[in-house]
């Protein structure tokens, strides 16, 4: 949806707040990276203290304590965060025939990175360090798609309600609405300006209002690069398939997507995703996500 996410930036002020601490805890901090780094897990006391700020901040707001409590019907913010890096097949096809997106991909959820291979050609990657967009392909022709958008998209199609735990979020309490024969409370999500590379993006999730799992989600995307004019594609509404564990986390393992009516219901199905091969990882290296020496940087 976006190259965004706005639940790190509270990581980005953590470890900005750093240059401006003694030197002795400046060394405590360098050492917990090193600490960080060596296993990929996210030192628990950091991921117990954002834990409980996200618990403080939401549940100040009626829309904030569903999403909340959606969180903890997934697994909760600790797992999410304290499990390592996050595998998985994001295999997104358009029914229109136009172009498949399919490629095995780790994401770094606490720092925003991510590394793509493609499902067909292994030697084929491409990923986002936290700053820059790469790609490595001998074929120019690939990835016949905008990569720097793809990189973390798929985190924000699967990932809801994680990614909302962060600075720059905007939540509203909508009506509820019945899916499927089942109540569902309804939070629209929006992003204060300047949050991200696209800040006009909206996302409206649905939650079963007696489970407090998400059920679907409608949403735009007004990446600038695609709306150089401004502006939004059409809302798409996507329905959740089922949830699978994986490590304590509950994901979904398919997503469909529709034109959305006027109504607000699910329209023209035109888009099937699979997610498959998901699991966290611990055992990756320190450059794991550092951009390959004889990568191509992408603007």
Known sequence: ???????????????NSCKEQPKAQK?????????????????????D??????????????????VWAAMEAHGGLKNWYGNGALAFRFNYQPLSGSTQRDSYQVLDVWRNRAVHTSATDPSAKYGWDGETAWVQAKDSTAFAYDTKFWALTPLYLMGHPFVLDGEGVILELLPETTYKNKANDVVKVTFEAGTGDAPDDYYILQFDKET????????????PEYFKDGGHNPEKFM?????????GVLLPKELKTHWTTKEGTQGEYITQIDI????????????FFAVPENATLIE
């Open 27 to 47: 060394q405590v901090t360098q050492e917990t990276n090193k600490e960080m780094v060596k296993d990929f897990r996210v030192p628990e006391s950091w991921v």
């Open 49 to 66: 203290n954002r834990v409980s700020k996200a618990k403080a901040k939401l549940e100040k707001t009626e829309a904030g304590k569903i």
């Open 1 to 15: 949806m976006k190259v965004l996410i706005a639940g790190l930036l509270t990581t980005v002020i953590v470890l």
């Open 212 to 223: 407090h799992e998400l059920t679907a989600t409608r949403y735009i995307v007004s990446y």
């Open 239 to 247: 329905e959740v398939g089922e949830l699978v564990d994986v490590s």
């Open 276 to 287: 498959t091969d998901m699991h966290f990882v611990k055992d990756i290296g320190e450059d």
